[in-house]
């Protein structure tokens, strides 16, 4: 037996601003969407690098405002890269705790992504 990463599942509730905020702003590369017909709502896979998250406009996936550790490297070039595009509506902060680095920001719908990067045993 083998089990793997979890894949959060996030609600959303409009594509433009889903696709403005995880692709845009955080650089999230689409891999696939999923609509049972066309006018139903979607369901999709977005990933950048080993990080994958699945956004939904289903009812009952998922729940807004949950937060989702998300763990990193690189999170001062990250939130650097982040700043340098003076998004109106997030310019993160990261913040030291005794075993690494926090960098949180919250969705257009209430999600809490918090990045995370552990100290090394040698900083």
Request: net charge negative; aromatic share 14%.
């Given at each position: 037996?083998?089990?793997?990463?979890?894949?959060?599942?996030?609600?959303?509730?409009?594509?433009?601003?889903?696709?403005?905020?995880?692709?845009?702003?955080l650089?999230?590369?689409?891999?696939?969407?999923?609509?049972?017909?066309?006018?139903?709502?979607?369901?999709?896979?977005?990933?950048?690098?080993?990080?994958?998250?699945?956004?939904?406009?289903?009812?009952?996936?998922?729940?807004?405002?949950?937060?989702?550790?998300?763990?990193?490297?690189?999170?001062?070039?990250?939130?650097?890269?982040?700043?340098?595009?003076?998004?109106?509506?997030?310019?993160?902060?990261?913040?030291?705790?005794?075993?690494?680095?926090?960098?949180?920001?919250?969705?257009?719908?209430?999600?809490?992504?918090?990045?995370?990067?552990?100290r090394?045993?040698?900083?």
């Amino acid at each position: 037996m083998h089990l793997d990463h979890p894949i959060p599942i996030l609600r959303i509730f409009s594509i433009p601003l889903a696709e403005s905020f995880y692709l845009d702003f955080l650089g999230f590369e689409k891999r696939w969407e999923h609509r049972f017909e066309p006018d139903l709502p979607l369901y999709t896979e977005i990933a950048r690098d080993n990080l994958v998250l699945h956004l939904s406009e289903h009812y009952g996936d998922g729940t807004p405002g949950s937060a989702v550790f998300l763990p990193m490297e690189g999170i001062h070039e990250f939130q650097q890269t982040l700043i340098a595009q003076r998004a109106s509506f997030a310019r993160p902060g990261v913040e030291k705790a005794s075993w690494g680095f926090t960098m949180d920001i919250t969705d257009p719908f209430g999600n809490h992504l918090r990045f995370c990067e552990r100290r090394h045993e040698h900083s």
